[in-house]
Every structure is written in structure tokens, then in C-alpha cells.
């Protein structure tokens, strides 16, 4: 559903979130293991991301990535757009171009309502909202 880069971002912001609500800041060594990502493939995203300004990032002997509180409030659609852009909440379930209300795919009243329920679902997680979760061991981002 999301590309690869999507979902190492999603993990990773939720990680961070998760090691950095004290504000600590996490290397990228310790995301790459903490999500089971490669080092240089999660640097890439969050050094994009940190452009963005979805993550803040500082450099240095304590520098590492981290989130301000702003942050720690996105939503999880946020991290999507910015990765993977709108396509997955207003694109075509089959790809077509020119799918509309007035020229509909076969698939379009339905795949319209999932999209919808994914952008609600997706827009209404905030990153911040993972951690306790983690803590309990009752949510995972690694296998």
C-alpha cells in the first residue's frame, strides 16, 4: 500500500517519538536498529524529512534526531504526503488517468470510501500517540 520509503519513515518517526518524549536526541545507527532499516537508506529519509521540517535533527557529539512537540502532533497522513505525496488519497484504485465522478473505473465508489477511511484513520494518528504502546510491548516495529 505505502512505498517502502513511506513505511521506514512511519516507523521511524515513531520510533524517534518514542526515544526522544524525554528529550533525548537518537542517532541514526540506533533507528536503523531500533526499526530494522538500513543505516544508509533511513539516513536518506530522515535527512529529507528533516528538510521538511517533519523531524528536527542537530549535529554534533550530543546531536542526533528528535521530536519537538510540534512533531510529536503530526499525523500520520502528514509523514505519508510528505514521503509518497497525495496519490494514495485521491489516485485511482486501477491507476487510470482519467477516473471521476463523471467517469468512473469499475472499482471507484468503493475504492473512493477506503481511500477516505485511510486518509481518517491516517489523519487522525498522531506519531506522539505510538509510544506508550511500545513501551508495553503491545505494539511492535520490528519483527
Known amino acids: 500500500m505505502f512505498s517502502k520509503t513511506c513505511e521506514y519513515a512511519i516507523r521511524a518517526m515513531i520510533f524517534i517519538a518514542q526515544k526522544t518524549r524525554e528529550g533525548d ?21 530522515l535527512q529529507e524529512l528533516s528538510r521538511k521540517g517533519i523531524v528536527q535533527s542537530a549535529k554534533g557529539p550530543n546531536g542526533g534526531f528528535y521530536l519537538d512537540n510540534v512533531s510529536m502532533n503530526r499525523s500520520l497522513a502528514d509523514i ?24 468512473p473505473c469499475p472499482i471507484h465508489h468503493e475504492f473512493k470510501k477506503i481511500r477516505l477511511g485511510l486518509f481518517e484513520m491516517l ?6 500517540a505510538f509510544t506508550d504502546a511500545l513501551e508495553g510491548s503491545m505494539a511492535f516495529l520490528k519483527r
Open 25 to 45: 536526541r537518537i542517532g541514526i545507527k540506533d533507528i536503523a536498529r531500533g526499526i530494522d532499516s538500513p543505516e544508509h537508506f533511513i539516513a536518506k529519509i
Open 80 to 103: 505519508v504526503r510528505a514521503v509518497d505525496g497525495d496519490k494514495i488519497f485521491q489516485g485511482c484504485g486501477l491507476g487510470l488517468r482519467q477516473c471521476s465522478e463523471s467517469q
Open 123 to 128: 489523519d487522525s494518528s498522531k506519531v506522539g
